[in-house]
Structure formats: C-alpha cells, structure tokens
C-alpha cells in the first residue's frame, strides 16, 4: 500500500496521478475532515469567505489536466488593477490585449507613461518562463528595473499587484518566480469558483474512491517505515509520501524546523452598495502607505460568494498584523479603507478575519523529493503556487510507482 498523508492540492494530486497510472492501492490520510489543506472557505448562509485570499489560474497545465473547469462554475477578474491613490483618487488600468473595448480610454489617460505601457506590452509579448523556476539570481524588484520600468510604475502597480502573488511586497523573489508566474496571468485572467476556492480541492477529489481517503486522523510519527496515527492506528506502508508542508515534514520525522513562510490577512466586509464601478479589477493600494495591500469585490467576480443583495469585499495585508486587539485591528483598516475608497468604508460591516501565517513558503526547489524510505510532496519543492503544489503531487506519485516496480 502507498500511504499519502494530507489531502491539500499536493496530497488529492498525487492520489488522481496513482489512479490514471491503474493504481488503487493507496490510502490518503487527512487530520481535518475536509479536503483542501490551506486551500480552504468557510460559510455563514449568507456569504462565502476563503481563508486568505486566493485566485485560480486555468492557464495552469495541472489545473488543465487533473480539474474539471465547466463543474467549477468560474467567473473571470478582469485583466489588469484598479489603483487606488489615497483620498478617494483612483484610475483604472486594463489590458488592451485581454480588453480591446477599453484602448481608447487607456490611451486617454496619463498614467501609466508610454515608455512603461510599451514596456509592459514587451514583457506580456515575449516573456518565455523557465519550465521550473529557481529560487535563485537577480530579484523580481531587480528584473523589472533591468528592463527600465519607471520607480513610479513599479510602487503604484508592480509592487501591490505581485505583492498580492507572491504575499512579498519587497518583491525580493527571484526574477524567475516572476516570469514563471507573469507568463501564466499573459495567458489567462484568474478566475474564482462559484463553492470557493475550496472547490479546486473537492473537484480533485470527487474521482477519487471515498475508501481510499480517511479523514480526522493526524500522523503522528513517522519511523522505521511505520507511520503512527492518532488514533492509535500504526501502518507499514511500501511508499509513504508525505504530503503535507515543509514545517509539518520536518515535525513529523523530528528534523530541525528552519522553513520561513510568508503570511497573509484577510478581512472580510458586507458593503450595501459596490464600492466602485469597476468591480471585477483587483483594487491595490497604490498610496505607497498602510497595511492595507489590495481589496476585491468577490460579489461582483463571483455572485455565489453572496447569497443575498448585500456585496463581499475581501481586504488583504501582506505580512503579520500588528499586535493589537481585534477592536483596534478593525479600526485601523477602516481609517485605512475611508482614505482609500472613501468615507462610506465606514459603513461597512466587518464580518471575519483570517490570519494564515504559512500561507506560502519562503525558500522552494531545493529539497529532493526522496530521503530514504519517504517521498516528499509540497508546493515548497517546486514553486509556490498551485501549479506548483498540484506539480509536486503528481511528480512524488510517479516515484512511488517507479520505486514499487523496482
């Protein structure tokens, strides 16, 4: 039997990958008693809310493969940002190419300049990503000065719009990370899907056999080719692989813990009215100033995210809140959110909050995927996304077959 711990996107991906390859006997172990791992919503009758904010990109080639797109019900972002200048001042920014109905009104306006908005058109006609991205060389930051982009259109755009991807807003990831993932958004606007994001994940699963999951039940151990559960079950696996992220890996066979992550918060508000116009743009705060990184109007990408008339806007900050209470927390992204939109912010009901403080990893690609009797799956061993999460499942299951057959 081949045992794979964590039924997030790496774990569901490795078990549809076994049974393509004609392999049944497998056995995926969740300690929660869904699916999804960090691609999780929650619900309150009234609206859907995803545990950090998070997009899916078609374009992926594993969500191409392993999803089934028309039962996900997707409803597209528009291509490009609405930017958000501080006291109530905002422009909105299309992609001509995604966009032709809107070339002449971006012409219209002053910003961006030519040189950058020829600049863009260069890098979304010619980027070419590397087939896996190294977490290694010049910056994102550093790649896109390469190339002459103004310091004006990197702080007001580049800047909270990849801050938003990557959850870095010193865009200190590698110029690789940057062209892999720019290439995907080139080819297709993100998408969000009518369950939630937790859809992606309850889409992957419903191929595989409901006996060939477990849920609530934790690994415990992991030892001598054993691995222990928490319900006192004890397992001899052929091929365990382990599909949970590099933090819990390293608990799990009591190695050191040195994994950084990157963090994310997301506030959830019920507006009565939209907040702006263009409410399929992703807003970012292109004030240079405050928590507050971007904002979306979920309601209006996706209806099903709002049960009734009233509309979901989700607020997202890069990087840990500041210790404070939840009362001043609250306060401080409304006086943000009032200088940014403006004074009817105020009104808005604040509903739910949700701090994911391992929501991507720092470091990626530099971990083999075998280390003795364990294969290893993760988003942590090829990129952080969820191309590179639903990559490494599929990979960590063609080496639990080689391993067997051998």
């Given at each position: 039997?081949?045992?794979?711990?964590?039924?997030?996107?790496?774990?569901?991906?490795?078990?549809r990958?076994?049974?393509n390859?004609?392999c049944?006997?497998?056995?995926?172990?969740?300690?929660?008693?869904?699916?999804?791992?960090?691609?999780?919503?929650?619900t309150?009758?009234?609206?859907?809310?995803?545990?950090?904010?998070?997009?899916?990109?078609?374009?992926y080639?594993?969500?191409?493969?392993?999803l089934?797109?028309p039962?996900?019900?997707?409803?597209?972002?528009?291509?490009g940002?609405?930017?958000?200048?501080?006291?109530?001042?905002?422009?909105?920014?299309?992609?001509p190419?995604?966009?032709?109905?809107?070339?002449?009104?971006?012409?219209?306006?002053?910003?961006?300049?030519?040189?950058d908005?020829?600049?863009?058109?260069?890098?979304?006609?010619?980027?070419r990503?590397?087939?896996?991205?190294?977490?290694?060389?010049?910056?994102?930051l550093?790649?896109?000065?390469?190339v002459?982009?103004?310091?004006?259109?990197?702080?007001?755009?580049?800047?909270?719009?990849?801050?938003?991807v990557?959850?870095?807003?010193?865009l200190?990831?590698?110029d690789?990370?940057?062209?892999?993932?720019?290439d995907?958004?080139?080819?297709?606007?993100?998408?969000?899907?009518?369950g939630g994001?937790?859809a992606?994940?309850?889409?992957?699963?419903?191929?595989?056999?409901?006996?060939?999951?477990?849920?609530?039940?934790?690994?415990?151990?992991?030892?001598?080719?054993?691995?222990?559960?928490?319900?006192?079950?004890?397992?001899?696996?052929?091929?365990?692989i382990?599909?949970?992220?590099?933090?819990?890996?390293?608990?799990?066979?009591?190695?050191?813990?040195?994994?950084?992550?990157?963090?994310?918060?997301?506030?959830?508000?019920?507006?009565?009215?939209?907040?702006?116009?263009?409410?399929?743009l992703l807003?970012?705060n292109?004030?240079?100033?405050?928590?507050?990184?971007?904002?979306?109007?979920?309601?209006?990408?996706?209806?099903?995210?709002?049960?009734?008339?009233?509309?979901?806007?989700?607020?997202?900050?890069?990087?840990?809140?500041?210790?404070?209470?939840?009362?001043?927390?609250?306060g401080?992204?409304?006086?943000e959110?009032?200088?940014?939109?403006?004074?009817?912010?105020?009104?808005?009901e604040?509903?739910?909050?949700?701090p994911?403080?391992?929501?991507l990893?720092?470091?990626?690609?530099?971990?083999?995927?075998?280390?003795?009797?364990?294969?290893?799956a993760?988003?942590?061993?090829?990129n952080?996304?969820?191309?590179?999460?639903?990559?490494?499942g599929?990979?960590?299951?063609?080496?639990?077959?080689?391993?067997?057959?051998?």
């Amino acid at each position: 039997m081949i045992v794979i711990i964590g039924a997030g996107l790496a774990g569901l991906t490795a078990g549809r990958a076994l049974l393509n390859a004609g392999c049944r006997d497998f056995l995926i172990c969740e300690r929660e008693a869904q699916v999804g791992g960090r691609v999780a919503t929650e619900t309150d009758g009234e609206f859907l809310f995803d545990v950090g904010f998070a997009v899916l990109n078609p374009a992926y080639p594993m969500v191409a493969k392993y999803l089934s797109l028309p039962d996900l019900g997707l409803q597209y972002f528009d291509a490009g940002a609405l930017l958000l200048h501080g006291e109530g001042q905002r422009s909105a920014l299309f992609d001509p190419l995604s966009h032709p109905e809107r070339t002449l009104s971006m012409i219209a306006q002053n910003f961006p300049s030519w040189p950058d908005r020829l600049r863009t058109l260069a890098l979304r006609l010619r980027t070419r990503a590397p087939q896996r991205p190294r977490d290694e060389g010049i910056t994102a930051l550093e790649g896109l000065r390469s190339v002459g982009f103004s310091e004006l259109y990197i702080e007001k755009f580049f800047r909270p719009f990849f801050a938003g991807v990557f959850l870095d807003r010193d865009l200190s990831v590698s110029d690789d990370l940057f062209r892999y993932l720019f290439d995907y958004f080139r080819q297709s606007r993100v998408a969000l899907p009518a369950g939630g994001i937790n859809a992606v994940a309850t889409n992957l699963a419903s191929s595989i056999p409901t006996e060939n999951i477990r849920f609530g039940v934790a690994a415990e151990s992991i030892e001598h080719g054993k691995v222990s559960f928490s319900d006192g079950t004890v397992i001899h696996p052929r091929e365990t692989i382990l599909a949970v992220d590099a933090r819990a890996a390293a608990s799990l066979i009591k190695q050191s813990d040195d994994c950084a992550f990157r963090s994310v918060t997301t506030a959830y508000f019920a507006a009565e009215s939209l907040p702006w116009q263009q409410q399929r743009l992703l807003a970012l705060n292109s004030s240079g100033k405050g928590w507050v990184n971007h904002l979306a109007v979920l309601s209006g990408v996706q209806p099903s995210y709002a049960k009734q008339q009233r509309h979901l806007v989700a607020v997202s900050g890069v990087g840990p809140l500041p210790t404070k209470t939840l009362a001043q927390t609250q306060g401080d992204i409304r006086r943000e959110l009032a200088e940014l939109v403006g004074r009817e912010a105020l009104d808005w009901e604040f509903l739910r909050m949700y701090p994911v403080d391992h929501a991507l990893p720092v470091r990626f690609g530099h971990k083999n995927y075998e280390s003795g009797a364990l294969i290893y799956a993760g988003d942590y061993l090829e990129n952080p996304s969820i191309q590179g999460a639903m990559l490494s499942g599929e990979k960590s299951a063609n080496l639990s077959l080689l391993r067997r057959n051998t």
